[in-house]
């Protein structure tokens, strides 16, 4: 019998490989798109000129899949210390979808980092954006 939560997370990944089909099939097939969407800059960046937690992310992951540490910590030091929990996060999500043998209440997460999770991710977003911080900005 599936459980709630396993309908649930199983319902996400599928909506979510839709919307990412959708996307990429729209990036591939619009002419000008690119253009529109400068690369490295996000559209929060573009809108209000303001960094937003994630910027710098991508280049920060591939600073650090080339083996560059100082550089991906330059780029976005939260995007890698983020990682563990990201990956945690994704292969529990997995394990729900794909393993029939695992119950979601095996998943325990301290209510602790419910909280302090998006407070740390609030500071980081506010602290980058202030001149006496710019060692948080991405290069």
Known sequence: M???ARIWAE???LAFALVMIVV?????TTPGLRDLIRPHHCLFFQATGLLCPACGGTRAIGHLLNGHLQLALKSNALAVFSLPLIFYGTLSAFRLVFDRSFNPSDIRINP???WIIPVVIVIFWITRNLSYFSFLSPI
């Open 24 to 28: 990429v099939y729209f990036y591939v």
């Open 2 to 4: 599936n459980s709630p």
């Open 112 to 114: 602790f980092w419910l």
């Open 11 to 13: 319902r996400t990944l």
